[in-house]
């Protein structure tokens, strides 16, 4: 079974700027987290989707944004980026049947300059 | 509020030696998630064990072994003759029943010498 992919796995981008990132979870997992690795705040969850709705959200501004497709996909998007924005996302998937287990992607190394 | 610690930011050992990494928590919740994660270089984090707060017997998956302990709220991790491939940054982390968001420590970067 493949794992959690993430596209792409690096960015550049220029404060200001929008991105989109992509997840695509492990075959037959329903529900897709988001969580933003920065070495001063550490891991931090910013939303999770299941069946295409989000269902937890954490504490992060509007600028952040997600969504999920019917193949459960998901994309998040950052508008109007920071130069702390600079992280490494992380998309983690879980199956429903053993919910509290997440699998985690690689990340996408996100640089704003 | 859910908090979790993990006090001891680096932690360098000689290969084959004991380690033990630390892990505190603090949740309002009874019933509550523990876990913890390996982080290699490579960036990706590696689920290690998922413990809920009912079940307080201590594992051993190989050379791993956790010890949880609700009354001074802790999930320690014990690596017994460690190996260079051990070397990672290792997470412990907290869920809500009911939630899928985790809550994590800052992490612990183990650093096994040959």
């Known amino acids: 079974k493949a794992g959690v992919t993430q596209t792409p796995r690096y960015l550049i981008k220029t404060r200001g700027q929008q991105v989109t990132l992509s997840c695509s979870p492990i075959?037959?997992?329903?529900?897709v987290s988001w969580y933003q690795q920065t070495p001063g705040q550490g891991l931090q969850f910013l939303f999770e989707y299941f069946s295409e709705t989000q269902r937890n959200k954490g504490n992060f501004p509007g600028r952040f944004s997600g969504r999920q497709f019917s193949n459960s996909r998901s994309e998040m998007n950052v508008s109007t980026l920071e130069l702390g924005d600079s992280a490494l996302y992380l998309c983690a998937s879980s199956d429903g049947r053993d919910y509290y287990e997440q699998y985690f992607g690689p990340g996408t190394r996100l640089t704003v300059t | 509020a859910q908090k979790v610690t993990q006090a001891q930011t680096e932690i360098s050992v000689v290969e084959k030696e004991d380690v033990t990494l630390d892990c505190v928590y603090e949740t309002r919740d009874t019933t509550y998630y523990l876990f913890w994660y390996k982080q290699p270089p490579s960036g990706e984090l590696v689920f290690l064990i998922r413990r809920n707060s009912f079940d307080e017997q201590n594992e051993i998956s190989g050379r791993y072994s956790w010890n949880f302990q609700k009354s001074t709220s802790s999930f320690n991790f014990t690596i017994t003759a460690s190996q260079v491939v051990d070397s990672a940054v290792y997470f412990c982390a907290l869920s809500e029943y009911g939630a899928n968001n985790l809550f994590f420590g800052t992490g612990t970067r183990l650093t096994v010498i040959p």
């Open positions: 075959s037959g997992h329903r529900s």
